[in-house]
């Protein structure tokens, strides 16, 4: 079956230093992937580089067995909720609809249809009330849904999300966590990366052990055992010490 | 009927400019650059000066053109200082913006002395004198406003996502680098609209201020822009009446009292707004 995603030498530097290094990864279609690493390791380095968001020093990345750029429309990339300016003039309806914007085209404006999916993504994940909100009045997790949700409208097959589990609330993590596996149940390949080793066990069956360099891919049980961690955790911090 | 051609001449360039530079002027605060649009006005001074000495004219499209290019050369520098350096971008647009003032101001004063060529009232592009504006000069700003208005209408959706997330909008295959081109243009557009009337060293206020008095109000990007073309063409109009009738006073220098006194009302007044709604329904 040909990989949702095809990573192959994958190099990433930042001026001098190594982001990523050499990474060879492939996702199945219809997995649902936690991506973990110490801070640094290159977690969402590796979402941005996949993208194109950031220049490549080395590699080649296929989606749906397709270089990347003809494959954007069946990708939907999640950013950190800090990258934007959350005083935006606009509400949550607006924020959503965003994600219809790519298919709709050059110069032609949402419509009826693009509001009606939008209200049923907002509502998936239990914001349709909050549509006509600022998004300025949103709290941390209310934000992280509106983001979901301008995914859901993307309608892709392949999700790409950026720890949009950190700092949120319980319902919101319960809500994310049920969306993905939901997502998965669809056949949707969701790819997140994750800064609480707690939870990957219990949600995600498949792990990626970044730190730099691939320390270990593979189903979660056998990524998440304490030896397996200590390598990519304690081994980056003995680096530092050396 | 008729109106003194002098008063039809100001009225229009205040509305068109007010206008224009209120509209570009939203995304330009949005995309937190207001600076980027003082670095373009201040250099767009060396560039009207040179297209006067290189044509011996003074046809309002000549003079455009000459600050259109050297605005276009002052962004290049700051975009290729700002991607080959680590200098932060404050910075190195202080450096392009005062250098290139430098060089419009000496070319200016050079010009001043020599004794064969007139002036040719382009020291009313340091300050603004809106009394000059001639019919010839308000059509070229219809047409440059017009331009803009139609573009950004057109370009509204992808301008907001512009705006707001550009990181999305490249993940989602927006040839980001040509919207920001085509949305920085417009800006510059609108700069080169604003040089008679309100002059290079204040231009950036003309940016600024609209958009920062129509925030605190605006619900939507649609309500922001428009809110800020009206607080743009209002006190572009009252600056001009001031300059018009008190004589000496130039023009840039006027609009732009006018301009802090709206943004300080505005700010102030939504304060006390807030202070009386519930805390759930505070913005």
């Known amino acids: 079956m040909t990989p949702a995603l095809s990573i192959r030498d994958l190099t990433v530097t930042y001026g001098e230093k190594p982001a990523l290094w050499d990474i060879d990864l492939d996702f199945e279609p219809g997995s649902l992937t936690a991506v973990v690493g110490p801070n640094g390791a290159g977690k969402s380095t590796l979402l941005k580089a996949v993208l194109g968001l950031l220049p490549k020093v080395a590699g080649t990345v296929l989606a749906f067995g397709a270089p990347i750029a003809d494959s954007l429309d069946r990708i939907a990339y999640v950013p950190q909720r800090s990258a934007v300016d959350w005083d935006f003039p606009t509400d949550v309806l607006d924020v959503a609809m965003m994600g219809a914007y790519r298919k709709l085209g050059w110069f032609r404006r949402p419509g009826a249809a693009e509001r009606a999916k939008a209200l049923e993504c907002l509502d998936r994940l239990g914001i349709a009330d909050l549509s006509r909100r600022q998004i300025s009045q949103l709290s941390g997790g209310q934000q992280q849904r509106v983001f979901l949700a301008r995914a859901l409208v993307q309608d892709p097959d392949l999700f790409l999300l950026d720890e949009p589990l950190a700092g949120v609330d319980v319902t919101t993590e319960e809500r994310a966590l049920d969306l993905f596996r939901q997502l998965q149940g669809q056949g949707k390949t969701v790819i997140v990366v994750h800064h609480d080793l707690e939870t990957v066990r219990d949600v995600f069956d498949r792990a990626v052990l970044l730190n730099v360099r691939l320390v270990a891919n593979g189903p979660v049980r056998d990524v998440m055992e304490p030896a397996v961690l200590r390598k990519a955790y304690l081994g980056g911090r003995d680096q530092v010490v050396c | ?283």
């Open chain 2, 1 to 283: 009927m008729l109106i003194d051609s002098t008063v039809r001449n100001v009225v229009l360039g205040c509305l068109i400019l007010g206008s224009v530079s209120g509209i570009l002027g939203t995304f330009a605060v949005l995309r937190r650059q207001g600076l980027v649009g003082d670095t373009l006005a201040h250099a767009a001074l060396p560039g009207v000066v040179i297209a006067f000495m290189l044509s011996g004219s003074k046809a309002p499209l000549i003079l455009i053109l000459g600050a259109s290019v050297s605005g276009w050369i002052a962004m290049s520098l700051l975009s290729s200082a700002l991607r080959t350096t680590r200098l932060d971008p404050g910075t190195v647009m202080a450096v392009v913006l005062s250098s290139t003032f430098g060089l419009g101001v000496a070319l200016l004063s050079w010009l001043q002395k020599s004794p064969t060529a007139s002036l040719a009232g382009l020291d009313k592009y340091l300050l603004g004198q809106a009394a000059s504006l001639v019919s010839d000069q308000v059509a070229v700003m219809g047409i440059l406003g017009a331009v803009c208005v139609i573009l950004v209408a057109l370009l509204f959706k992808e301008f907001k996502l512009l705006s707001f997330d550009p990181v999305f909008a490249k993940s989602t295959g927006w040839p980001v680098a040509i919207l920001e081109s085509v949305l920085t243009g417009l800006l510059l557009v609108s700069i080169v609209v604003g040089l008679n009337t309100v002059g290079v060293v204040l231009m950036s206020a003309m940016l600024v201020a609209p958009a920062v008095a129509a925030r605190p109000w605006s619900r939507s990007l649609t309500g922001m822009t428009l809110g800020a073309a009206v607080v743009g063409s209002t006190c572009g109009l009252l600056g001009a009446g001031v300059s018009l009738t008190v004589p000496k006073v130039p023009t840039g220098p006027a609009i732009v009292v006018f301009l802090g006194v709206a943004v300080v009302a505005s700010l102030v007044l939504r304060h006390e707004r807030r202070a009386r709604l519930p805390a759930w329904r505070r913005p």
